[in-house]
């Protein structure tokens, strides 16, 4: 088992939620995530979490959105373990599912969210990832992305530990401009950095504005 996973089997669930939060702050500042992101998901929508792990981020999205609903879908056993009960009632759960295999029972989402995902998942594979998560969307719907900009000590740093302690051998880091480029055959009106980089660098934001012809990729218009 990795370090990491075989510390916190040893930990109280206080103990573990407090220590994941000095952890993370080495490397994110979740209320300028939060901050940054809140302005781009519309009234009263209903958000896609891919991929959100223990939902300290939702957390924070939902205490300034009482009008905000999420489905959080993951690949692992366990998602959203620090959600608070509060926010239970608008938290849907799909644990051990890939976003392909997602069959939700509502309409179709007005944002998709990808915190700290695409770094974890092969080249080869983004693309057709996002054009999956695409699928799940409305429309005139969102993605948004954040992830770590490379070339950073905060970024090597970040690499190093889901590698060595995460146990993660396979991950790789993402710029905005191969995250812009990976965007392109949604057809997007526009992508856009919202801010974070400035506010919590080397952490950035994107913003994936899409439209009716993005339900289609380039390959599936020709």
Known sequence: MPLGPALRSLMSPATERRLSGVYRSLFVNLDRVAESLLPHIPENARVLDIGGGDGELINRLLK???DVSVDMVDIAPTVGKFIEQEYEPRIK???ETPVESLASDGPPYDVALVSDVMHHLPASYRAPFLHSVRQKLRSSA??????IE?????????LFCDKHISGDHGVSLVSIAEMTRLAA?????????VGLLKQDSPN???KIVLG???????TDLH
């Open 150 to 158: 490379p070339g950073h000590i905060i970024s090597w740093l970040s």
């Open 142 to 147: 969102c993605i948004l992305i954040k992830d």
């Open 204 to 206: 950035y934001a994107l």
């Open 93 to 95: 759960r799909f644990t």
């Open 185 to 193: 055959p949604l057809l997007p009106e526009e992508v856009v950095e």
């Open 212 to 218: 009716e012809s993005s339900r289609w990729t380039k």
């Open 64 to 66: 300034n959105r009482p």
